[in-house]
């Protein structure tokens, strides 16, 4: 008898502890970056295709270079409107601030976490974050920027050898414009909208990933491209 | 009448006022050029600010193409005037100059010597057109790397650098026939007057009430919009639009050619009754 509350006894302390071990944030955000910092550089073709009700843009192609730690380059053959924010490694350098993480729940495939920046100058107020329970990998993110409003990002992955999204969708706010200049066409924005926010999205595919190769330094260097 | 043209086309590069407007269009677009490459991207950068916010904008949308579109938008109410100035003086210049009954001595009937006055005319106000268009999109080449393309039309457009040859040709199309209208209103008018400064004036002045009246949007004048002229003058814009509303072309172009003929048709009719005493 005695034996039997022993063994119910040890196994609900592993049970315990299991859970604990599984809702550690700091565990979790440790394993995701850890998994991150596996791709040492990458470039990838992307095809980027803005959805803003006000804009109308064709999608456009460019290539999308990274190495480790922080560099980051995007180019494309003609004009592109590249979203600041949720362009792959920039999540990961949020992840990797000083921050103290919250575990907020879960749902069926995720962790949800909270991650508040412990800088002042951190370009972000909080950020929710769902992690993939199994693939400990990104799945999705909220975040409330600090002056810029809020943005989510949802990443769709393949099946690469490692976990970098093959499809990058970005929700943001954007004011509605309200300057229409006669010379330079007109704007026929509703007067009531102007300069209201609004949401868009941007759709990031991408394709054609060489992931771990060389990548010389110059590719990162900014170009003069505004005039001859 | 190929040789009456010629001699029309003779007569009128011979006179200094022919050249007025190809040099205050070379002028005018080379400033916009020079002023363009200096401060565009400023202007740019202000135009798109609350977008910065959101997007880095990756390449320029200060180029060739959007610099040509720019000019054309800040140009056009003034081309009017300087086709007016040739137009209005046709056959005013005549009577004023007191050529025309040497002229009509010779074995050609009214009908010829107008007609061939009037493609005179139009061909000027073409060739003032196309001047402006391989201007622009010429020089603009000596300043920047042709790119996509910004137009403010009804949304932000911006058109992909494939998708742009063909809008630039279909407006300037556009804008040909958009001057014929003018230039034969002034043509008409020349032909009631004797002096060429009464044709030009009376032309500007019917273009200024009616882009005036097109402008308002506001009782009575929403009535009358759509049989003024000037309404459609600007329509060469709409070939920048996505999807572009070919309806409205059509239509616009239409209502254009009417005015065209119209007046052409006006033109005639007064000066073969016309009594011709100079």
């Known amino acids: 008898m005695i034996n039997k509350y022993i063994t119910i006894f040890v196994f609900s302390i592993f049970i315990s502890l299991n859970i604990n071990a599984q809702s550690d944030p700091d565990k979790i955000i440790a394993d995701v970056l850890a998994k991150a910092s596996m791709v040492k550089s990458f470039e990838a073709d992307v095809k980027i295709d803005v959805d803003v009700d006000f804009i109308k843009i064709p999608v456009k192609n460019g290539k999308v270079f990274y190495k480790a730690p922080d560099k980051f380059r995007f180019r494309a053959t003609s004009f592109a409107l590249v979203p600041k924010k949720g362009i792959n490694f920039s999540v990961i350098s949020m992840l990797q601030q000083p921050h103290t993480a919250i575990y907020a729940g879960s749902d069926d495939a995720n962790h949800i976490l909270k991650i508040v920046p412990m800088e002042a100058s951190a370009d972000f107020v909080i950020a929710t974050v769902w992690i993939d329970k199994l693939k400990d990998r990104i799945q999705k993110m909220q975040v409330t920027s600090n002056g810029q409003g809020n943005y989510t990002m949802t990443f769709e992955y393949g099946d690469l050898k490692f976990d970098l999204p093959v499809i990058t969708i970005v929700g943001f706010d954007i004011q509605q414009i309200d300057i229409p200049m006669k010379f330079i066409g007109s704007l026929k924005v509703d007067p009531k909208k102007a300069g209201e926010r609004t949401s868009g999205n941007v759709k990031l595919t991408y394709s054609n990933f060489r992931i771990n190769g060389s990548i010389p330094d110059e590719v990162f260097i900014e170009e003069e491209i505004s005039s001859k | ?278």
């Open chain 2, 1 to 278: 009448m190929g040789t009456l043209i010629k001699l029309e086309f003779s007569k009128l590069f011979k006179r200094e006022i022919t050249y007025i407007g190809f040099i205050a269009i070379f002028l005018i677009v080379v400033i916009i050029q020079i002023g363009m490459f200096i401060e565009g991207q400023k202007l740019l950068d202000f135009l798109v600010k609350s977008m910065a916010d959101v997007f880095v904008f990756e390449g320029s949308l200060i180029n060739t193409y959007s610099v040509t579109y720019i000019i054309l938008n800040s140009l056009w109410l003034h081309i009017p005037i300087l086709v007016a100035i040739v137009a209005g003086d046709m056959v005013s210049g005549e009577a004023g100059r007191g050529t025309f009954r040497l002229l009509l001595t010779r074995p050609l009937s009214r009908t010829q010597l107008l007609t061939a006055k009037y493609i005179t005319a139009q061909a000027y106000t073409s060739m003032l057109v196309v001047f402006l268009m391989v201007l622009s999109l010429g020089l603009g080449h000596f300043f920047w790397e042709p790119g996509d393309m910004m137009v403010l039309m009804n949304t932000i457009n911006i058109l992909d650098v494939s998708d742009i040859w063909w809008r630039f040709i279909g407006a300037f199309a556009y804008g040909v026939m958009s001057m014929w209208v003018v230039a034969g209103l002034a043509f008409m008018f020349s032909t009631m007057a004797s002096n060429s400064l009464g044709p030009v004036v009376s032309s500007m002045s019917v273009l200024i009430l009616f882009t005036i009246l097109s402008n308002f949007s506001i009782g009575i004048f929403e009535v009358l919009k759509p049989f003024l002229f000037t309404t459609y003058l600007s329509g060469w814009q709409l070939f920048f639009d996505d999807p572009v509303d070919w309806n409205i072309i059509w239509k616009a172009s239409a209502i254009l050619i009417l005015h065209i003929s119209v007046f052409y048709a006006v033109a005639l009719r007064i000066f073969t009754k016309k009594d011709i005493t100079t």
